[in-house]
């Protein structure tokens, strides 16, 4: 899945690029609309915190940082002598383990705290009225959603992809 960023200029117009997704078989759960605080959005589909925030990133960050850490103390706490080999296969995955889950743990609620990085980018645009639509749609549709919303909809910037989405948000 790639996730497809549009800034749109006024609540009517985004009704009908989220009409399109939907009639282009984007799933409502894909489709992702973000506006300034206060805008009433009506029935389109609002973005969430996981939208909204660095979550996602900040925990595989987390994950990795507190892995290696955890796996570095684990090396340290083994080659000390009072551990015997049979135990050190413990210690090692007990401290990878804890080290992870701290890590993601920490990095997640900093994460929650921060706004997304990608959307920081229109944060302006969104102030000054503006609303953005993240739409997360296959990589192979990528192009044939992008023309769909050009051709019934010119005035509509097309702000570019993102690269991965995870499955889960």
Known sequence: MKRIYFLVPDIATTEKIVDDLLLARIEEKHIHVLAKRGTQLEDLPEATLLQKTDFVPAVEQGLAVGGSTGLLAGLV??????????????????????????GAWVSGMVGMSAGNRRVKEFADAIEAGELLVMADVPAERVDEIETCIKNHLPEVEIEGTEPKVPAFP
Do not use: M
Not at 77 to 102: C, H, M, Q, Y
């Open 77 to 102: 706490a083994i080659t000390l002598p009072a551990s015997a080999p049979v135990v050190a296969g413990g210690v090692l995955l007990a401290t990878t383990l804890a080290g992870a889950g701290i």
